[in-house]
């Protein structure tokens, strides 16, 4: 019995067993008949489909993960090296010598290759963050008047804003990404132009709703979605979408890194992505970022300040030789004295023995040996007064978790450059602990 059957208008999926038993000369002397109401072992067996699959998913990203960490580490190394020494050639060539310009090219493809492998780090989520608690609300204020000129006049976008969304504890750069990232594919589902709907909610997620989606904690949620009306997706192209590399587009048109960086981000925040669409009606992205009991602070912009030099003494502590010079390179010109040393231990043993007072280390995360929280640990034991900051691109989790993704650790970024180097030193110096 299904759906339309009179007899059953709910459709309820019945099993239906009929004994009929008969004395020798097949006379009928009973009927058996039993009902059984199949919706609860069909929803069963649905519901554990679903679960499995969801499973199979995250176990496929989180091994893609891994494996792009690992390539965008290296790749930061080397990139580190090719963008400084590009930057440091070109502050000292006068602006009329006949090689700036391919010195200039030589610089913007490694920043394009360092926009790729930033790309990897947030999908393999190594990127170090740089969280506050912040308004969604006003991230999408702030960024739409970008985007629209980005995305062009034949596309219109609507923001249908909770009125006080709840505070997000997020990395303001890299929502702008995910948004970014999400009104691109937007733009390019409709070539034509069209509507884009940026959305905000508060959510609250209960127990039934968790028990469907195990990935989900129960709590309060803010809800950020992207709605176009465009060619949709199909539902083969949907199972693949936040793959690293996934693309629909024609060769040399997308790199198919969009969707999984914003995945990366979103699970770096604790939050969930899920994309519905439906082909030649358009597809809405919905994300949740857990609500935050923090206050947002209003931090005082110190921005603008121009390259300042010092005459302080700063150990740099790197067991790639090539970094090591880069900054000692880096920061000399600027007037500081720099020491180095290739690992934690030579570090410590350079601070016991040198008559030089070191003001400030600047130290890899991760390094053979000692890594460079345990050196920074020991360090600021014996001698308080030597400030720190570290070199990261990368946090292996262990790292994570013993505080160096603190929000108040110093930390510069690889690859890096010598103006962020040089902001990021004088800005430490100067301030009190
Ligand atoms: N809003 C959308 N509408 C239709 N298809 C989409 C949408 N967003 C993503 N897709 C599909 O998902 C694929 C992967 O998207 P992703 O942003 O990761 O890479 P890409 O856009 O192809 O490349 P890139 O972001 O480097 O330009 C796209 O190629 C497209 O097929
Ligand atoms: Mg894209």
Do not use: W
């Not at 059957?5 to 020798?24: M, S």
């Not at 989180?62 to 580190?80: K, M, V, Y």
């Not at 608690?133 to 006049?153: D, Y």
């Amino acid at each position: 019995m299904e759906a339309d059957d009179p007899d059953n208008p709910a459709g309820v999926p019945l099993e239906i067993i009929v004994k009929v038993a008969r004395d020798e000369n097949g006379k009928v002397l009973s009927i058996f008949m039993s009902l059984h109401d199949l919706t609860t072992g069909r929803k069963l067996i649905e519901e554990k489909r679903i679960l499995e699959d969801q499973l199979r998913q995250a176990q496929k990203m989180e091994s893609i993960g891994r494996l792009a960490g690992g390539i965008a580490h290296d790749f930061n190394n080397i990139l580190t090296t090719i963008l400084g020494y590009s930057e440091l050639i070109l502050m000292e060539m006068a602006d009329n010598d006949p090689f700036r310009e391919e010195i200039e090219i030589i610089r913007s493809a490694g920043e394009k290759a360092a926009g790729l492998t930033r790309q990897l780090l947030a999908f393999s989520r190594k990127q170090v963050m740089d969280k506050k608690p912040v308004s969604i609300n006003k991230i999408i204020q702030e960024i739409s008047k970008l985007l629209a000129k980005m995305i062009g006049e034949d596309i219109i976008i609507t923001t249908v804003m909770e009125a006080e969304p709840g505070v997000v504890d997020a990395d303001q750069g890299q929502i702008e990404q995910v948004l970014m990232n999400l009104i691109v594919n937007a733009r390019d589902a409709m070539p034509c132009g069209g509507r884009l709907i940026i959305e905000t909610q508060n959510v609250t997620f209960d127990q039934k709703y968790t028990r469907a989606h195990p990935e989900v904690k129960a709590g309060e949620y803010v809800m950020m979605s992207v709605t176009d009306f465009g060619e949709g997706i199909s539902g083969e192209a949907i199972e693949h979408i936040f793959d690293p590399f996934f693309t629909t587009k024609e060769r040399g048109k997308g790199t198919g890194l969009g969707l999984s960086t914003v995945y990366g981000i979103i699970k770096q925040h604790n939050g969930h992505v899920y994309a519905y669409s439906e082909i030649g009606r358009g597809t809405t992205f919905k994300i949740y970022f857990p609500a935050s009991s923090k206050l947002i602070v209003e931090s005082a912009a110190d921005k603008g300040e121009s390259l300042a030099a010092g005459t302080e003494t700063v150990l740099i502590v790197d067991d790639e030789p090539s970094i090591r010079r880069l900054i000692m390179d880096t920061l000399e010109p600027f007037g500081y004295k720099c020491l180095d040393a290739s690992c934690g231990a030579d570090a410590l043993r350079l601070i016991q023995t040198t008559s030089e007072k070191i003001d400030l280390l600047l130290t890899d995360v991760i390094m053979p040996g000692m890594n460079g929280k345990e050196l920074a640990d020991k360090v600021s034991k014996d001698n308080p007064a030597i400030k720190i900051i570290f070199i990261s691109g990368y946090t292996e989790n262990t790292i994570a978790h013993h505080g160096i993704l603190d929000p108040e650790v110093n930390y510069i970024q690889k690859p890096l450059t010598p103006t962020i180097l040089i902001r990021k030193l004088r800005q430490v110096l100067d301030s009190y602990r």
